[in-house]
């Protein structure tokens, strides 16, 4: 019969699911997403064991002088130019597109996903291009398409340099223009210390 | 002076600058405080590129960015943000050992400003409190300073107050000291946490006092953490309303049960609870109601489950046999249906299907809604979430979201969480690893055809082809210059006149010997000697008239010698320059060999550790699932012998 006797144990499994641990009780409002740590009264051991820790670290490790490896074959230093992008405050700007001409022959382009301009905004700086370059003089372009907050822009910016043995890193900037409410671009070359 | 959070955000200038970390508002107040001014730009590339990976939650690059820097120089210019990124990384990638070793190298270091130490302090605290390592915990935010982060020393009380719980030293927790504490957004946390916790010792009176300080909580915020304060009220109103009914409090409990929003996850509980509350008090047909409500919804919720039985409990007590068979009889009909659901789930969900799911692309919060409302309930769809989830906010995000509610309790598990972060992380790097084997290939044909150009390069020169070729055209270049010498010496106008002329004059030399050995011999030769003289005198002019000219130009011939002996010797110096001084391809041919076989190891161990953590998890998806068949069959016999004994006793009744 379903009478009382069946009833109360159904009843101490409930109220042991109530009062159980705040660990549910986050997982209550974890359908809400929370935006960040919310402290548990019984947070688990986690089940990370160093045999995985040890692994991730080995192939990170692996991973790291591959890429060391990769340059030195691909890029080696007197030959290596590298281009990065970077945008400083960037309210008249929000950045669509850019491309990227070396000696007029287009070497990079990128179309940005909001993320990516979010990264950008809070201070990240992408490497936008990698490649080989003789000695000499070149002539580095790029074409920036975005929108401002009152018009959109399409606009350039030019730099002769002149490689030499040492690596060339270039910086492509946008930055705010505060006394002219709109965006500059300029490209900035950075000299090897 | 310590910058708030709003602050910081509001000078972007700063955050351009030193672009410090998301994950910790305590680093960026580390930046704000610390002796570094602000910049207006990043002062080293790679600290730039790193942060660039980190904003897109890519963990890997990120990583690798800083780890390239370490090989090499460094990161200039930053102060300490590249240790405490580097620490927030490892965090943020499941390494807590190396998270903590670079926490604990940081701290060693006497010299850091109080803010670094503090905000070190705080993150090792956590890791030790993820480890359960309480003692630790205490001791790490003990030496957090009175200066720290505002939002953060929150959530570190917080965590103080939990710690405080796990040992059972509940005495100094009042609701005055939890006010004190400016717990923000955590006060309705510790208060739902306290109130469990004095309800699983058995002092039900502090429980509510607790559960009440919370539903009677104002809330300013935002709407997500609204919606947060307003599941844990419900949570708190359904606590207190079965803690009333274990008091034999049915009125007090069906108040607070009442208060439970009917949209909420918690009205399932708070409906049954109602309930018995009401049978409690042979109120039948106000139990109904709830029960009713609950049995139109999904039989996924156990509390659903057990509303198939308790409404024909309640027709039968309300003399109602006939209605309380055909619930009965319904219930069996839905709870057979459920199992053999169930059993479905079990018999399709593979570890290969884990592993695909655990790969599959994250998907925002927003599409994640969509989807959500497009499934069915009972569709096992697990998601990854983009939502800014890693192993810092463990606590408290869902990696996998689900609609099935039979896996919501595993799911909500932090080690189930993290086992499924683990896999995620193993499978990425899989792939990384996977990704470097055909570029590895196309290195090593890279650096073969190096090898075999250089080679050819060196054999040339070992033949001295080009040596010989620049001697000979050398000494053809110097019998040249003899040559243009002797004939400007002499002025040999003849040496460079043309052919006829050359032939002729040949003629007229060959004449006059003739004309002498016949002078010799006595013969009149004086008409010969005149017509001679004349000829030799016209070819001369018609060579001298040409001499400049023919002189110029066999110039020019040793200009062009001079220029290809030039042009030789810059390719000789040039092939002697690039064999002599180039990369050494042996060392490149020996590492590339060396990480290839490191890759083949490494991926092969990866395969192995991946196989076995997708069948733990599959086992523990699969044990959840059969937790809940059990449950459900237990239900569906207790309605068979309901359904048995109603037929037995309405058969009774007709033989009497």
Redo the contacts between chains.
């Keep these: 019969m379903f009478n009382q006797s069946v009833k109360l144990p159904l009843l101490g499994f409930i109220l042991a699911l109530c009062l159980g641990t705040a660990a549910q009780a986050q997982d209550a409002v974890t359908t809400a997403a929370p935006s960040s740590t919310a402290p548990t009264e019984s947070v688990q051991k986690p089940a990370v064991t160093p045999e995985v820790e040890n692994l991730k670290v080995s192939v990170l490790n692996l991973n790291r002088d591959l890429l060391i490896l990769e340059e030195e074959l691909l890029y080696p230093a007197s030959n290596q130019v590298a281009i990065y992008l970077s945008m400083d405050l960037g309210q008249f700007f929000n950045l669509d597109a850019v491309k990227l001409e070396i000696n007029n022959k287009l070497v990079a382009s990128e179309l940005y996903t909001d993320k990516q301009i979010n990264a950008l905004f809070r201070g990240g700086v992408q490497r936008l291009y990698v490649g080989n370059l003789k000695t000499g003089e070149h002539e580095i372009s790029a074409y920036f398409t975005g929108r401002g907050p009152q018009q959109d822009y399409k606009r350039g910016a030019k730099l002769v340099v002149n490689k030499t043995q040492a690596p060339l890193v270039l910086e492509l900037k946008i930055l705010d223009s505060t006394a002219q409410l709109q965006p500059t671009f300029e490209i900035k070359e950075w000299k090897a210390e | 002076m310590m910058h708030s959070l709003a602050e910081w955000f509001s000078n972007?200038?700063t955050?351009?600058?030193?672009?410090a970390l998301?994950l910790s508002a305590a680093m960026l107040s580390v930046n704000a405080q610390g002796a570094e001014k602000p910049k207006?730009?990043?002062a080293d590339?790679r600290?730039?590129?790193s942060?660039?990976?980190?904003?897109?939650q890519d963990y890997?690059p990120a990583?690798?960015e800083l780890?390239?820097a370490d090989?090499r120089d460094g990161i200039r210019g930053h102060g300490n943000n590249p240790e405490l990124i580097a620490g927030g990384l490892s965090l943020a990638?499941?390494?807590?050992?190396?998270a903590e070793q670079l926490f604990t190298q940081l701290l060693q270091d006497n010299s850091r400003p109080q803010n670094v130490r503090d905000a070190a302090w705080f993150y090792l605290g956590k890791l030790q409190?993820?480890?359960?390592d309480w003692a630790g915990a205490a001791s790490s935010f003990s030496r957090v300073s009175e200066t720290f982060n505002e939002n953060l020393s929150a959530?570190m009380h917080?965590?103080q107050i939990?710690l405080q719980?796990?040992q059972n030293d509940l005495t100094p927790l009042s609701i005055k000291k939890v006010e004190q504490n400016k717990l923000a957004?955590?006060e309705a946390?510790a208060l739902?946490?306290l109130g469990?916790?004095h309800?699983?010792n058995g002092d039900m009176k502090t429980?509510k006092l607790f559960f009440n300080e919370l539903t009677d909580l104002s809330f300013d915020g935002?709407s997500?953490?609204h919606?947060?304060y307003l599941?844990?009220q419900?949570?708190a109103h359904?606590?207190t309303g079965?803690?009333y009914?274990?008091e034999k409090s049915y009125l007090a409990a069906i108040q607070e049960f009442r208060q439970v929003r009917l949209e909420g996850?918690?009205s399932n509980?708070a409906l049954?609870?109602y309930g018995?509350a009401a049978?409690a008090q042979e109120k039948y047909v106000e139990a109904i109601k709830p029960w009713q409500v609950l049995q139109q919804r999904s039989l996924l919720f156990p509390?659903a489950q057990?509303a198939l039985?308790?409404l024909?409990?309640a027709y039968?007590k309300l003399n109602a046999p006939g209605d309380a068979l055909r619930e009965y009889e319904a219930a069996e009909k839905l709870l057979s249906q459920e199992i053999h659901l169930v059993r479905d789930m079990r018999l399709t969900l593979t570890s290969g299907e884990l592993l695909t799911l655990v790969s599959s692309k994250p998907v925002s919060?927003t599409e994640l809604k969509e989807l959500e409302k497009k499934n069915e309930p009972g569709t096992l769809t697990a998601l990854i979430?983009d939502?800014?989830q890693n192993?810092?906010?463990?606590?408290?995000?869902?990696v996998i979201?689900t609609r099935s509610i039979y896996l919501?309790?595993l799911f909500?598990?932090?080690?189930?969480q993290?086992?499924v972060l683990?896999l995620r992380?193993?499978l990425k790097?899989q792939k990384?690893?996977a990704d470097?084997q055909p570029?590895?290939k196309a290195?090593d044909e890279?650096?073969q055809q190096k090898q075999a150009w250089r080679q050819q390069k060196e054999q040339q020169l070992a033949q001295h082809s080009l040596a010989q070729k620049q001697i000979s055209m050398q000494q053809e270049r110097d019998a040249l210059v003899a040559r243009i010498a002797t004939i400007k010496a002499n002025n040999d106008y003849i040496a460079l006149a043309d052919a006829q002329t050359r032939k002729r004059f040949a003629a007229v030399e060959r004449s006059t010997n003739t004309i002498a050995r016949m002078k010799a011999e006595g013969q009149d030769t004086l008409e010969y000697e005149e017509r001679l003289w004349v000829s030799r005198g016209i070819l001369l002019w018609r060579a001298a008239q040409d001499f400049p000219a023919n002189l110029a130009t066999l110039e020019d011939s040793l200009a062009t010698m001079d220029s290809a002996i030039a042009k030789i010797k810059t390719s000789r110096a040039k092939i002697e320059s690039i064999t002599a001084g180039a990369?050494d391809l042996q060392p490149?041919f020996a590492?590339?060999q060396q990480?290839q076989a490191?890759?083949d190891s490494?991926l092969k161990?990866?395969n192995g550790?991946i196989d076995v953590?997708a069948e733990q998890l599959r086992r523990k998806v699969d044990a959840q699932l059969a937790a809940h068949e059990q449950r459900l069959n237990r239900y569906l016999a207790?309605s068979n012998l309901?359904v048995a004994?109603l037929y037995d006793t309405a058969l009774r009744k007709q033989a009497k």
Aim: hydrophobic share 45%; glycine share 4%; charged share 20%.
């Design positions: 972007k200038r955050l351009a600058a030193v672009p998301c207006s730009e990043v590339l600290y730039g590129v942060l660039y990976h980190y904003y897109q890997i990583i690798t780890l390239v090989a990638f499941g390494m807590q050992n190396h409190y993820a480890r359960a959530e917080s965590l939990n719980i796990k957004q955590w946390f739902y946490n469990a916790a309800a699983r429980a935002n997500q953490s919606a947060e599941t844990l419900d949570k359904t606590a079965y803690t009914l274990q996850i918690e509980q049954l609870g018995w049978i509390a057990e039985l308790a024909p409990f039968e919060s979430t939502d800014g192993w810092l906010k463990l606590s408290d995000t869902s979201k919501r309790e909500a598990q932090n080690n189930f993290s086992a683990d992380d193993l790097l990384l690893l470097w570029k590895l290195y890279l650096l990369q490149l590492r590339l990480q490191q890759v490494q161990d990866l550790v953590r207790q309901a004994r």
